[in-house]
């Protein structure tokens, strides 16, 4: 799949590099970490040596001084390669952008360089039990005491919990104006007395575990605080919108991969006189799921411009349909390589079964094609809503 013509020279030499380095790793290196129960931790340190995990940090920070453009260009095409490192989503893209905009002095210091360089990962808290990833529902209380904080609720599906330093907290604290909780951002070490992880037993096969954690009176200094009381919203979709973008390059990405891997049977694969490839019934699919995927890339393309020009409105909407468009088009992409080669599509020889399922998470992380088309009629077509 050639890069779209409106990527720069340097952006086209990064996606060549980083191709080449998921291609050193590939499908097999992956498959064979999590049927171990490990992590990837020989290709997140080759990766951040390169300076791929930090390329969308400041350089006064160990960063490459990039935005989210960059970094989205590294997990695409790590999945295109057959490797993506999931954590890439939540350690520099989300918890290093929130810190890098927000965050103090002291916390920039502290945290930016190891998300940068890879020896520091932070996973992220926003999903609960009843309100999903709601932030007007999210039940996680932060409330004073002296000088610090106590917080206390619960989450689940927080990814990598277990391998993080610290897990950026979405908690909600009381206006002292107007008695409304709003929501703030609290960095929460990993061994903080008080906060219990729990691992869900998951269906899915990936190398990134999911936990349930619970913060039961977990006592936090001051300036465990990310940035200012009363941001609020600002703050938390200054997240949450790198947060889609990345999920898009994962999903294009895994879509790439599948989609490689059938073209590459349909051209060899003979069952009457000519390949597979040669019959329109199994051509033309193909060639749909590359069109679906080309048109999602340029949506994400968009959506991390927008990001990285300071445009947080746009950017938002941007980057809820380029999530849609890609978790689409990676279903889509996975089903038609599956389809494309038959039995032999199920088998671990071929490495696609698996992806039938991870597909689905597209759909539904970190938030539901449902909630986003509430998002688009709402928000840009000015509908009423039904809630």
């Known amino acids: 799949m050639s890069a779209a013509v409106i990527e720069t020279e340097e952006r086209k030499a990064l996606r060549a590099a980083v191709a080449a380095l998921g291609t050193r790793y590939g499908r097999e290196y992956l498959t064979k970490v999590v049927r171990g129960g490990g992590h990837p931790e020989e290709l997140w340190a080759e990766a951040a040596k390169l300076g791929y995990l930090g ?6 920070y160990g960063g490459g001084g990039g935005g989210i453009a960059e970094l989205s260009i590294v997990l695409e095409e790590l999945g295109a390669a057959g490797s993506p490192l999931l954590m ?16 103090t002095e002291e916390q920039k210091r502290q945290w930016l360089p190891g998300l940068a360089d890879g020896t520091k990962t932070m996973a ?4 609960e039990p009843d309100a999903g990833s709601n932030s007007h529902r999210i039940t996680t209380t932060a409330r004073r005491d002296g000088d ?3 917080l206390t609720g619960r989450k689940v599906f927080i990814s990598g919990v277990d391998i993080a330093d610290a897990t950026l907290i979405v908690g909600r604290t009381e206006d002292a104006r107007t008695g409304k909780l709003k929501p703030c951002l609290f960095i929460v070490p990993r061994d903080t007395e008080g906060f219990q992880r729990h691992v869900i037993d998951m269906e899915i096969q990936a190398a990134e575990k999911q936990f349930e954690l619970v913060l039961d009176d977990v006592r936090l200094p001051a300036d ?10 600002l703050q938390l979709f200054a997240g949450l919108n790198p947060e889609r973008i990345m999920t898009a390059a994962f999903a294009i990405g895994m879509g790439r991969y599948a989609l490689a891997r059938a073209i590459a049977y349909a051209k060899d694969r003979s069952v009457w006189k000519a390949p597979i490839g040669a019959h329109q019934a199994i051509a033309h699919p193909l060639a749909q799921a590359h069109i679906e995927l080309e048109l999602a890339r340029l949506m994400m393309q968009k959506a991390a411009h927008l990001y990285d020009q300071g445009d947080d409105f746009g950017a938002g909407e941007a980057a809820n349909i380029a999530k849609y468009a890609a978790g689409e088009a990676c279903v889509k992409a996975v089903d038609q390589a599956v389809h494309t080669l038959g039995g032999n599509g199920l088998t671990r020889e071929y490495g696609l079964g698996s992806l039938v399922t991870a597909a689905r998470v597209t759909r539904i992380a970190p938030v539901s094609r449902e909630m986003i088309l509430n998002f688009v009629s709402h928000q840009t077509l000015g509908l009423p809503k039904s809630y």
């Open 88 to 103: 890439m989503v939540v350690s520099p893209a989300i918890c290093g952008t929130v810190i890098a905009r927000f965050g």
């Open 148 to 150: 610090g904080w106590i």
């Open 224 to 233: 465990a605080l990310v940035g200012d009381e009363d941001a609020g919203l």
């Open 124 to 127: 992220f808290g926003i999903t």
């Open 55 to 60: 390329v969308n940090l400041p350089e006064e």
